[in-house]
């Protein structure tokens, strides 16, 4: 592996540190969800670089969430390098041109955290558990105000709750530009895609 770095308690993860702890002041740290969020899901698992398709719009938004002294933080469950469809090779190649594409539209990502369990295994770190979030925020000179979470899965919206996010849930099935209330008994929305996130992020107070 190139760029990500296994932590004791089993996921994998890339600090920016360099670019997280400059001596500006401290920004606000975004969470995101990787697949449904930034590239297209698939139902067997992105394998290989070849198959990552970034959603429409998702390099603007992470564009513009950089603008805003945003540090965007990807936080995702890969059970397929458990169930040994996925390999750690090439999900460090993926990261690594995932970056590349990123930084090459005008953005920057601040961490990376990847949860290879199976949910049988029971581990501490898959969503919705809350342990890779608790890292990044360790590793980041960043508010802990305020905090999104956006995410394309129930999984997602609870684990914003567990951590005390406000969650943003992606619905592409809804038209563009379209924002809902989410229907959970704390504040949320629901929006079409990555870019109309931000939008609303970015205009909130
Ligand atoms: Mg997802
Ligand atoms: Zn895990």
């Excluded at 592996?1 to 308690?9: C, T, Y």
């Excluded at 995410?151 to 379209?178: H, K, Y």
């Amino acid at each position: 592996m190139k760029l990500l770095k296994r932590h004791e308690s089993g996921f994998y993860y890339y600090v920016n540190s360099e670019k997280c702890n400059d001596n500006e002041k401290p920004r606000r740290i975004i969470f995101l969800d990787r697949d449904g969020v930034i590239n297209v899901d698939s139902e067997e698992f992105i394998k290989t670089w070849s198959e990552y398709m970034f959603c429409p719009g998702s390099l603007e938004a992470i564009r513009m969430l950089t603008r805003y002294h945003f540090i965007p933080v990807i936080i995702s469950n890969q059970s397929g390098i458990n169930r040994n469809i996925l390999t750690l090779e090439n999900l460090d190649e993926i990261t690594v041109n995932m970056i590349a594409e990123i930084e090459k539209a005008g953005g920057f990502v601040g961490a990376v955290c990847y949860c290879p369990h199976e949910p049988e295994e029971a581990c501490g770190c898959r969503k919705p558990a809350i342990k890779m979030l608790n890292f990044s925020l360790s590793r980041i000179k960043a508010t802990s105000e305020n905090i999104y979470f956006v995410g394309d899965r129930q999984t997602d919206v609870q684990t914003a709750i567990n951590f005390g996010a406000t969650p943003i849930l992606i619905d592409g099935s809804m038209e563009e530009e379209e924002i809902r209330p989410l229907e959970t008994e704390i504040p949320g929305h629901t929006c079409p895609s990555l870019l109309t996130a931000v939008k609303k992020i970015i205009l909130a107070p």
